[in-house]
């Protein structure tokens, strides 16, 4: 695990999106071993003062309350996608009437897109070579079982060689040509894993050419294939095949299967078994919630009054670290008020409570505020108790995403923000590129995003365990079906990446600021208490930490200020 910034550089050339205490603190979150926490010194040589790490991040594991937190590159469509995305405004693409649309752009960009994937994989001397995407720091040599991202562009790349060579409408001939890139050095369920995934490939290209009948042929053998239970390939393919059942029937006309309902957004907002082992299992759910706390600490140092605005609160956890951490400067705290806005006053209510209770055994001075709107349309400065002496920060946890297929909303939301003017705010949102109006990429993009969460659920949850099952079916399940099958308003995720909101965040002039080599020495620390953490990667996108499973960004971390 490994933080990388060559030169001050961005690592992806695919994208374009002191001292109030020692370092032995009395969390003792340094140990006796200060060796890995000097590079990080030498890294931020600006900073004149020293701030004390948050540390007690043990809280964590130890906290059996109802409470709980909850991509890869497109290099050679990037352009071309950024255009029809409309960046400036992040207002989404509405789609012309189904019989306006123009198909034949569609194996053009998928192949060029399932390429730049591909050409990760490469063979040598019988060696197996897995060579990073834009997103690895090193090239590593593999001799252990593929990844499930690995399988995919072990897939894509045999996809691409055998596309103009087999027939359209020739489904038995997959199964028996001989294909260019062979499948030595694969295990038996490697290989199975791998055409598996080509025939789900095949009947996404058939669906983009609208030939629903070949498409469905397809889909039923990969749905004999895969299975819920199987292993984490199986187990993708399986929710992809459910997404292209729906994505078939909603293009034909055909009824939908009477279901109830899943608001995932609803469900994250609220404390629940799911989210709460997502966030003690899942080692980058806290890397960039801790580095972005770490953030928050070192801007209110010195702040006597100590104002957050969380502008959506869940469990409130995290704001028990910046209790211990303001508690432990050498002059007290005069008032720490957190202002949490949101829809469902009673859950408001009780991550309020718990927070009160936690900051009265700590004797911490504390204010809990509610800010209740039925609509952010609705969001107003003055909701907010502000007072001069106080020193404000924002924070913003997967909450602007929610907001992208309502940019009015969005606006209004930053206009407030604006309107504040707050010492720093910390954005943390989902790395990945589901905002495309372009099927094939949406496809291909949320087939390798989706990939490393299974491979990460498959290391970090035990099989047997039933919140894995759930997960999947319910969040990873919904959110493919959401993003692969559905069109226009109904299409409520539309995850954009970190030079989206750049450009976004520039229109209200906005400037991106450092991450302190504390913060990402806090990241390091927070991914090393977890026995998967070796597999998760952060690396640095200019100044934005990504956080990752093996190589694939998976959730960023930035921050900023007014100018």
């Known amino acids: 695990m490994e933080v990388d910034n060559i030169g001050g550089k961005q690592v992806y050339e695919a994208e374009n999106w002191g001292g109030f205490g020692s370092l032995r603190s009395d969390y003792g979150i340094y140990g006796n071993d200060f060796s890995d926490y000097r590079k990080y010194q030498q890294q931020d040589q600006q900073q004149q003062l020293q701030p004390q790490l948050i540390s007690d991040y043990g809280v964590f594991d130890d906290m059996q309350v109802q409470y709980g ?45 399932l390429n730049n994937y591909g050409s990760g994989f490469k063979r040598l001397n019988g060696e197996r070579i897995i060579e990073s995407n834009p997103y690895a720091a090193d090239t590593e040599v593999k001799s252990s079982k593929l990844s499930t991202e690995e399988i995919m562009r072990v897939a894509g790349a045999r996809f691409i060689r055998t596309a103009s060579q087999v027939s ?8 028996s040509h001989p294909f260019e890139l062979s499948f030595a050095g694969l295990s038996d369920e ?94 980058f759910c806290q890397v960039a919630q801790f580095a972005g706390i770490q953030a928050i600490v070192e801007k209110v140092a010195e702040a006597k009054k100590v ?43 009780n991550t309020g409570k718990w927070l009160e209770s936690f ?20 969001l107003k400065e003055d909701m907010f108790e502000l007072d001069s002496e106080e020193t404000v920060a924002v924070y913003s946890q997967f909450v602007l995403r929610c907001m992208v297929p309502q940019p009015d909303r969005l606006e209004s939301v ?20 589901h905002n495309s109006p372009i099927f094939v990429t949406r496809f291909i993009e949320t087939l390798f995003f ?24 319910q969040y990873f399940g919904n959110g493919i079906k959401n993003i692969v099958a559905t069109e226009g308003e109904e299409r409520k995720i539309r995850h954009v990446k970190i030079d989206i909101w750049r450009a976004f965040f520039a229109r209200y002039g906005m400037e991106e600021l450092e991450l302190s080599s504390s913060s990402l020495y806090q990241a390091e620390l927070v991914s090393k208490k977890f026995p998967c953490g070796s597999s998760c990667t952060i690396t640095m996108d ?22």
């Open 168 to 175: 359209a409408s020739d489904i038995p001939s997959m199964l």
């Open 69 to 113: 937190a909850l991509s890869p590159p497109l290099q050679a469509c990037l352009e071309e996608i950024a255009k029809l995305e409309n960046i400036p405004t992040l207002v989404p693409h509405v789609e012309p009437p189904k019989k306006e649309l123009k198909r034949d752009f569609f194996p053009v960009a998928g192949l060029d897109l």
């Open 359 to 378: 900051a009265k055994t700590m004797n911490l001075p504390f204010s809990f505020q509610m800010v209740m709107v039925p609509d952010m349309l609705d």
């Open 190 to 283: 490697e290989s199975r894993d791998v055409e598996l995934v080509e025939f789900l490939l095949a009947s996404a290209e058939k669906i983009g050419y609208q030939q629903y009948e070949r498409a469905t042929k397809l889909l039923t053998l990969c749905e004999k294939l895969c299975s819920d239970r199987g292993n984490p390939v199986e187990r993708l393919v399986f929710y992809f095949c459910e997404a292209l059942r729906d994505k078939i029937d909603r293009e034909t006309g055909r009824p939908a299967q009477n279901k109830q309902a899943f608001d995932m957004d609803k469900a994250m907002m609220s404390p629940n078994k799911n989210s709460l082992a997502c966030h003690n299992k899942i080692p």
């Open 450 to 473: 989706f990939s490393a969460y299974f491979d990460c659920v498959e290391t970090c949850i035990e099989k047997n365990d039933p919140i894995r099952e759930s997960l999947e079916s």
């Open 307 to 349: 104002h957050v605005i969380d502008l959506e609160i869940r469990s409130g956890v995290q704001w028990t670290v910046l209790m211990q951490a303001l508690v432990s400067r050498d002059f007290p705290l005069e008032l720490l008020k957190i202002s949490a806005v949101g829809t469902s006053k009673e859950a408001i209510q």
């Open 542 to 563: 200019g100044k934005t930490l990504l956080a990752g499973w093996k190589g694939t960004p998976l959730q960023s971390l930035s921050l900023w200020k007014f100018v």
């Open 414 to 433: 930053m206009r407030v923000i604006k309107s504040i003017h707050p010492s720093v705010t910390v954005v943390t949102e989902v790395e990945a590129n």
